[in-house]
Structure formats: C-alpha cells, structure tokens
C-alpha cells in the first residue's frame, strides 16, 4: 500500500529564508506525487506535480520539488520565503490503480517577520 | 482553467436536519468526484469517490445512509449530510477529475470547501 509521510507538522521560517519541507513516500510502483496547499479555510490548490521525466520539478509561487527514488523523497523548497508563503502544506501520491490520493499528515509553515 | 465551486461555502443547521452540499465543476466534465472531510489541523480524509452515473464507493467506516452522494451529471456531484448531528461538524472539500486524457492518474482539482456547523 502507499503511503506519505510528512516530517514536521510545524515549520517556522524568517521571511528571506530558505523553505525545506519534508515529504516520503511508500510505493511499490512509481508513484505520482504532488504538493498542495491550502490556506485558512479555503480549498487546495496545486503546487507542483511529479509524474515521469525529469526529477525536479518547478511549481507555482517559486516552489520546487526533487523527487528522488534512492531516499523515496520529494521534498518541497524555495529559496526565499515570503509572508504570504504562510500556509498549510500536503504531500499527497496518488494511489495506481484508483486514482485516489493519499494525503501527509500537513505541515504548517509560519513566516516569521 | 479546471475550475471547482462549492454551494454553500458555509451553513449552519439544528441536530436533525439535513443538509446538501453542491460540488460543480465549472469549465470541464468531471468523470470522477471525490469527497473529503477534514477536522481542524488535520489532513484530509476521503469520505467517497463518485463516478458519473453509478454509486458511489465510499471508504471503510463511512457510513453511506448518513452521507448520500449523487453525482448525476458530468458537472455535477452532491453530498447531503442526513439527520445531521454536532459531531457531523466539519469542513469539507469535493474534488473533481476530469478524463485521464492519456495520463495514467487523474488530477484532481479541489473545490474552496464547505464549512458545516451543526448545533
């Protein structure tokens, strides 16, 4: 069965600073593998997405994500985090032969001034 | 594109009622829905999974007579939470995929939420 495992639930940054957030996964097969956030309330949206090909992969809002099979990683970064960045994180992989995804546990970044 | 609204975005109901909630999306045929809840800090668990014409699957423990889902159109899935009750109190998100077109996993495009509050 597959699985996501988010290292952190809370992660706390100066604005600036670099954002590393954890992610890994359980797969038999090769999965495909996503970030999405979400803000207070409100649904998620896509961050990024890996699916085949090349390994690293550039999101929206100055994201990217190395998926690397050796660690079975996809850990989420950008270089310099922004106030707005403040949100809730998931890892999610979607599941093979259901098309079902399968949610981390969150991590939640904070900005801090 | 690949919009997904939510209709309410927020109710508010007395134990015993029933309550729906609407799930479209606005700008493409969704063969597939899915329903979420999540519980505040917490991640999203999957309720049920919907396709277009048939019943829908819903996971271990969820109890289907409480929560129906129809989803009888391309663009259209509804949740109706039934004889609802305070511990029915929660948020929850539909998402919605579109035809595989050639890809072997199917993107899923979530809607904004509904946030129940049962008294």
């Known amino acids: 069965a597959q699985s996501v495992t988010q290292l952190g639930s809370h992660v706390s940054v100066s604005e600036g600073a670099l954002v590393l957030l954890r992610c890994n996964y359980s797969?038999?097969?090769?999965?495909?593998l996503f970030w999405y956030v979400q803000y207070p309330n409100q649904g998620l949206q896509l961050l990024l997405k890996?699916?085949?090909?090349?390994?690293l992969v550039k999101g929206i809002n100055g994201f990217e994500a190395e998926f690397k099979k050796s660690e079975t990683s996809f850990h989420l970064t950008k270089p310099s985090a922004h106030m707005s960045d403040a949100a809730e994180y998931f890892c999610?992989?979607?599941?093979?032969?259901?098309?079902?995804?399968?949610f981390g546990q969150g991590t939640t970044l904070q900005v801090k001034p | 594109g690949a919009v997904v609204s939510q209709h309410p975005s927020r109710v508010i109901c007395k134990s015993g009622t029933s309550v729906k909630i609407e799930c479209r999306s606005l700008?493409?045929?969704?063969?597939?829905m899915f329903w979420y809840r999540q519980f505040p800090k917490q991640s999203l668990m999957l309720m049920a999974t919907?396709?277009?014409?048939?019943?829908?699957?819903?996971e271990q423990g969820v109890e289907k007579d409480k929560f129906l889902i129809n989803h009888a159109s391309l663009t259209l899935s509804t949740l109706t939470v039934t004889s609802a009750h305070p511990e029915d109190s929660s948020f929850y998100i539909c998402?919605?995929?579109?035809?595989?077109?050639?890809?072997?996993?199917?993107?899923?495009?979530f809607g904004p939420g509904t946030r129940l509050t049962v008294l």
């Open positions: 998402s919605a995929s579109p035809p595989t077109s050639g890809y072997s996993y199917n993107e899923q495009f």
């Open positions: 890996y699916t085949t090909g090349a390994t």
């Open positions: 919907s396709n277009e014409g048939s019943k829908a699957t819903y």
């Open positions: 999610a992989v979607s599941e093979s032969n259901t098309g079902k995804l399968i």
């Open positions: 797969s038999s097969v090769p999965p495909y």
């Open positions: 700008d493409f045929q969704a063969t597939t």
